[in-house]
């Protein structure tokens, strides 16, 4: 589908949504839609930044990764965000994470080199973009504090409330394996932590795919790194 036709009747990304109708309609028109499977690899660390994506229906994570292979999340974006807009004019980019898409769907894609070129005419996308670099760095902050001070099950907690708000369903589809990347643990700690989390009746989980049953359970166990970023990206989507 087209991105004019997409946009006639809604905004399915919620950060361009703030840019007046104008200056928003300007940047789509460059615009494609991407599908974006489980796993695809956008950018790995070096990578130039050639497209910018604003995912839909997409998550990505951004994964900070070690000499030895090893890697653990340290930002989610979704719909209420970007990716490679750390950008200026006339400058090139290399990727500082492995960005990957978790949950699987769609974003809109444009080329750098277009993007900062109507950012040079639109202030207003200018100015969005530089709001929300300040909550992604915000975002990593946080982790780097969640990462080492909080429990692998407050960490969990954390990161299924910050997908379900970017999925906008309770069910999405996630493997054990894949929690334990993002959180970089042992998958049988997540394992344990994902039977212990059925049993209280807090989410069901079967065959790759998660349902959150009790939100409110599930707000109780996570540490305050949930709602301090949910918190900036709701005051920058308001703004």
């Not at 839909?56 to 490679?84: F, K, P, Q, R």
């Not at 807009?85 to 898409?101: F, I, K, M, Q, S």
């Not at 997540?190 to 079967?206: C, D, F, K």
Request: glycine content about 6%; aromatic content about 6%; charged content about 20%.
């Amino acid at each position: 589908m087209p991105v004019t036709e997409l946009t006639s009747h809604h905004m399915p990304n919620r950060l361009l949504s703030t840019l007046p109708f104008e200056w928003r309609q300007a940047a789509l028109d460059h615009m494609q839609t991407v599908a974006l499977a489980p796993g695809h690899i956008i950018y790995e660390p070096g990578d130039p930044v050639t497209s910018v994506y604003f995912p839909t229906t997409a998550v990505v994570s951004l994964l900070n990764v070690m000499d030895c292979g090893s890697s653990i999340e340290v930002a989610l974006v979704g719909n209420e965000g970007m990716l490679g807009g750390r950008l200026a004019p006339g400058v090139a980019y290399t990727a500082l994470a492995r960005t990957v898409a978790q949950i699987p769907g769609e974003a809109l894609m444009i080329k750098t080199v277009t993007f900062q070129e109507e950012m040079e005419r639109n202030p207003a996308l200018s100015a969005m973009v530089s709001r929300y670099n300040n909550v992604l760095l915000g975002q990593i902050f946080q982790a780097a504090g969640c990462n080492g001070l909080h429990s692998t099950e407050q960490r969990c907690a954390r990161w299924l409330l910050a997908t379900q708000d970017r999925v906008g369903s309770d069910e999405f589809p996630l493997t054990q394996e894949l929690l334990a990347e993002m959180l970089g643990v042992r998958r049988q700690s997540i394992s344990a932590i994902a039977s212990a989390l059925q049993h209280a009746g807090t989410v069901r989980y079967s065959r790759g795919q998660l349902r959150i049953v009790n939100r409110r359970a599930l707000e109780s166990i996570s540490c305050e790194c949930y709602r301090r970023v949910r918190e900036e990206c709701e005051s920058l989507l308001k703004a």
